[in-house]
């Protein structure tokens, strides 16, 4: 009999889609944005007509990019952690990696929920990076009084919402019907609300203290601040930004661009200022308006997934490029350095860095899916009697290899996009801790995973499942031919 459940695949892309749809009405940028994404994916896609195989633009990722977002997310509370782990859980997103932000002296750390198998990332590998306070961190002992107690009083999930998630982990799975509702009411966790739930004083408060803090206990609901298209040419989209009328504001974060990309380079853009409403007895309606810059656009080109020999070579130039662009923003003297400026700082760092797929499998600096081409499966006797090393038969265009597509974040440039769009950071003290990943994974229930270990494990199932393929296809031929050796 088939499952009455649908697939958390499915749930994940209704979601998703659900989660755009409001976030286009609520963010005009966002629905910009994402046209202008569109249309340059296009052209690049067409422009590399016919360059199949080794690019990162297979026909599947085509199809993967219409619907290619990652969303983000703060909240407050150890048990708001949990709850979100067990809603994603229910959309096969698992919280992988743990992201330490106190370095940046950010009061937060997080993870990202994302799909985890290949197949699962094909259909829509829709993530959400997610950020919890850290009240530890937080210097002045008013200010964290206040958070403890108004995050006490908070609840940001619909009664509904768990109660589908606690009928849903009981029953195995969810309908479609009751996956329809669940969406429909997670949507109220993470949409806008304007009524604050803190008075202005309160408000004022926090902000002084860190506007993140503000951002995350201020309100009723943990408000998506960003939804993020991506795009495959970063460059391209930002010179056209003028184009649209959207105003580019930031440098790009990441690696500089290159024949073969690898992780992941992203732009943001400064958050719209919106009006709030604080609760206030002494004047008539009840409510004062104040204002608050939360939410803002983004975008992002990805590339390969580095091996740890990869990522410390990256780190290492990314370390380079950084005292020589120091010492540039000294000479301009408080002036911000410009895009171009970075980029050509990191061009030229960055070629130390190997910029061939070939080089970059052959040193193991990058993570490769291997496939069997469609020629094997055409001429089967070109297997027949071979025993030869794997490199000759990716020559002979008998094993495809394509890059692995980096489905992560990085620490640093989400230390960039928090501060570029908290406004101004008056009084940016906080204490130092260090990580705490054993906290933040009670917190969440479960241990995050490691992206390093499952992009490996990627790359080796691949493998093992194309030999399987190739001695079950020359099996098929003994018989026809006589096969003397299977590699
Ligand atoms: C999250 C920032 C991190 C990214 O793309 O690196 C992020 C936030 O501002 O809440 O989204
Ligand atoms: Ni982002």
Not at 148 to 160: C, D, K, T, V
Not at 245 to 261: F, L
Not at 427 to 446: C, D, S, V
Request: charged residues 25%.
């Amino acid at each position: 009999m088939s499952s009455p459940f649908i697939s958390p695949d499915a749930i994940r892309s209704l979601f998703c889609s659900a989660l755009s749809s409001m976030y286009r009405t609520e963010v005009p940028l966002y629905g910009d944005l994402v046209q202008l994404v569109d249309e340059v994916n296009a052209e690049a896609i067409a422009k590399h007509d016919g360059f199949e195989g080794e690019e990162l633009k297979r026909e599947m990722e085509e199809n993967r990019l219409k619907v290619e977002r990652h969303g983000a997310i703060r909240v407050g509370k150890p048990s708001e952690l949990h709850t979100l782990r067990r809603l994603f859980a229910l959309m096969a997103m698992h919280p992988v990696n743990y992201y330490d932000l106190s370095i940046a002296g950010l009061p937060v750390h997080a993870t990202a929920f994302r799909p985890i198998t290949p197949d699962s990332l094909t259909i829509n590998p829709f993530r959400v990076f997610t950020s919890l306070l850290r009240e530890d961190l937080i210097e002045d002992s008013r200010v964290r009084e206040i958070t403890r107690e108004r995050l006490a009083q908070r609840e940001i999930f619909q009664r509904e919402t768990v109660e589908l998630i606690t009928k849903a982990e009981s029953q195995g799975g969810l309908t479609e019907a009751e996956a329809k509702e669940l969406v429909r009411f997670a949507m109220e966790t993470f949409r806008w609300q304007s009524d604050a739930l803190v008075e202005k004083d309160v408000y004022d408060e926090l902000k002084d203290a860190h506007s993140l803090v503000a951002d995350i206990v201020a309100f009723k609901g943990p408000h998506i601040n960003h939804l993020t298209p991506r795009t495959l040419d970063i460059d391209a989209v930002q010179a056209r930004m003028p184009e649209k009328h959207i105003e580019s504001k930031h440098v790009i974060e990441g690696p500089p661009n290159r024949q073969c990309p690898i992780l992941l380079r992203q732009t943001s853009f400064q958050a719209v200022q919106e009006p709030i409403y604080f609760p206030d007895p002494r004047v008539a309606d009840g409510k004062v308006v104040g204002f608050h810059r939360a939410r803002f656009g983004e975008i992002e080109q990805r590339g390969v997934a580095l091996t740890p020999a990869g990522l410390e070579l990256y780190q290492r130039l990314m370390a380079d490029a950084e005292r020589e662009l120091a010492a540039v923003a000294k000479e301009l003297a408080g002036r911000p350095v410009d895009n171009a400026t970075r980029q050509g700082v990191l061009q030229k760092h960055f070629q130390a860095f190997p910029d061939t797929w070939e080089e970059l499998r052959a040193r193991q600096l990058a993570y490769f899916r291997y496939v069997r081409s469609t020629r094997a499966t055409r001429r089967p006797s070109m297997l027949e009697g071979t025993s030869q090393p794997i490199d000759t038969l990716i020559d002979q265009g008998i094993i495809r290899v394509e890059p692995i597509v980096y489905e992560d974040f990085l620490p640093a440039s989400a230390a960039g996009i928090f501060h570029s769009n908290l406004g101004d950071l008056k009084n940016l003290t906080i204490r130092q801790g260090g990580p705490e990943k054993e906290a933040f994974e009670a917190a969440l229930g479960a241990k995050v995973m490691d992206g390093n270990a499952l992009y490996q494990a990627q790359q080796l199932e691949s493998m093992t499942g194309m030999l399987e393929s190739m001695r079950s296809n020359v099996r098929a031929n003994v018989g026809k031919g006589g096969v003397q050796s299977v590699f």
